[in-house]
């Protein structure tokens, strides 16, 4: 894909909710988004401090006292776990509700990328550590082209496939911009933002 990755100090400000949906509700969800973040705060510290290779995931789980098989359970990779981060794909039921709105594009595009892109609860921390450890840097952008790929598959169920890349390339851009500007509270009002974005850089490319 040709589009530009958005710079990592952003997009690791997204990442670190247990998934890209609704809030958790019931006893079971909120103890698996518990122990999310216990792996996520000990990879996180510990990585910080000593780098990717001076960290075992055994430590980390030491750490956040959860087997091994618990971590993998929730990410792929220590470098994963010390983002928050791990392969975005588009939950089913937002993909469902994508395929059938009859909105503008470009605004239910920003309602999708919204409902699957995890949000971050220690922002600052994760930019802290790739300051610190830009080794972590083409991890985080492997992980945007990664995410890019899910929500192009699923924006393409409603236009062909160029126009869906040109869409989740726009809103991907605003993406970056909001994780700059704003501390966003959820999934609605990270779709807010983004329609906000999007019609600032719509504004900007007419208004010649």
Not at 11 to 31: I, Q, W
Not at 42 to 62: F, K, N, P, S, Y
Not at 123 to 149: D, F, G, H, I
Request: hydrophobic share 45%; proline share 3%.
């Amino acid at each position: 894909m040709t589009t530009t990755a958005a710079p990592a100090s952003d997009s690791a400000a997204l990442g670190s909710s247990a998934d890209g949906g609704s809030e958790p509700c019931t006893l079971r969800e909120r103890k698996k988004q518990q122990t999310r973040q216990a792996i996520h705060d000990a990879a996180l510290t510990r990585i910080t401090e000593h780098g990717l290779d001076g960290v075992t995931v055994e430590q980390i789980c030491a750490d956040a006292d959860v087997s091994p098989r618990t971590f993998f359970n929730y990410f792929s990779s220590k470098a994963h776990a010390a983002i928050g981060l791990d392969t975005v794909d588009v939950p089913d039921a937002v993909r469902d509700r994508f395929a059938a709105a009859d909105g503008p594009l470009i605004d239910d595009v920003c309602d999708l990328v919204a409902h699957t892109v995890p949000l971050s609860a220690d922002r600052a921390r994760a930019k802290e550590l790739l300051v610190r450890r830009p080794e972590m840097t083409s991890m985080v952008m492997r992980w945007m082209a990664e995410s890019r790929q899910s929500l192009i598959a699923a924006v393409s169920t409603r236009t062909d496939e160029d126009t869906a890349r040109t869409a989740v390339a726009l809103v991907m851009s605003a993406l970056t911009e909001a994780a700059h500007r704003f501390s966003v509270q959820n999934q609605a009002d990270l779709a807010t933002r983004l329609r906000a974005v999007v019609a600032e850089m719509v504004a900007l490319v007419t208004d010649r």
